[in-house]
């Protein structure tokens, strides 16, 4: 039992750092975006360690449900910065 409340506690802290990982690469983005930096952010990298993360089984409702809310955050910011970037660079 002690095992499973120490993943659920690792999973709460792992989801917790997604969204504010989130929350960074967005002001990084709006830097790059008015042209404060000159180097896109690494959303790939935060991409794929969310999908590495998802693939793991939650026993609980509430997890599952803070991990949609962070996946579905996730896709809903990288469509606005793929947008934003199409507009710097006009590449599609």
Not at 26 to 46: C, N, S, V
Not at 66 to 76: C, G
């Amino acid at each position: 039992m002690d095992i499973l409340k120490k993943n659920m506690q690792y999973a709460v802290l792992a989801i917790c750092e997604f969204d504010s990982k989130i929350e960074d690469i967005h002001r990084e983005f709006l830097r790059y975006r008015a042209g404060d930096i000159q180097i896109m952010p690494d959303w790939k990298t935060l991409e794929r360690d969310l999908i590495d993360f998802s693939r793991r089984k939650f026993f609980s409702a509430a997890l599952n449900s803070q991990l949609d809310r962070i996946l579905h955050k996730f896709q809903n910011r990288k469509k606005i910065w793929l947008t934003w970037v199409d507009e710097l660079h006009g590449t599609r």
